[in-house]
Nanobody
Framework: QVQLVESGGGLVQPGGSLRLSCAAS????????MGWYRQAPGNQREWGAV???????NYADPVKGRFTISRDNAKNTVYLQMTRLKPEDTAVYYC?????????????WGQGTQVTVSS
């Protein structure tokens, strides 16, 4: 009922910047929060950032001060602006959305987009 499509990943140099996009479609009116996770090979998927329907944001310590999550409600799109990138930021980045169906909550996931930070 909610579909998420991510884009914007690629290869960047250490210290560089990149902006990821996540476009939501379907029953977007049901979404009350969206976030970004990342997973490197052999590692657990870790939470990075979240933005609520009210506009509140929160960040994990490894990205705090460097990454910014934002949204464009008219476009049903959430962004992750990444700056001062480090090699350890290399991972597949996933967008997710929490949606309400009546009193039931469900989490939707995007397909992921690869970010590689290397010189």
């Amino acid at each position: 009922q909610v579909q998420l499509v991510e884009s914007g990943g690629g290869l960047v140099q250490p210290g560089g910047s990149l902006r990821l996009s996540c476009a939501a479609s379907g029953s977007t009116f049901r979404i009350n929060a969206m976030g970004w996770y990342r997973q490197a090979p052999g590692n657990q998927r870790e939470w990075g950032a979240v933005i609520t329907s009210g506009g509140s944001t929160n960040y994990a310590d490894p990205v705090k001060g460097r990454f910014t999550i934002s949204r464009d409600n008219a476009k049903n799109t959430v962004y992750l602006q990444m700056t001062r990138l480090k090699p350890e930021d290399t991972a597949v980045y996933y967008c997710n959305a929490n949606a309400l169906y009546g009193s039931t909550s469900y989490t939707h996931w995007g397909q992921g987009t690869q970010v590689t930070v290397s010189s």
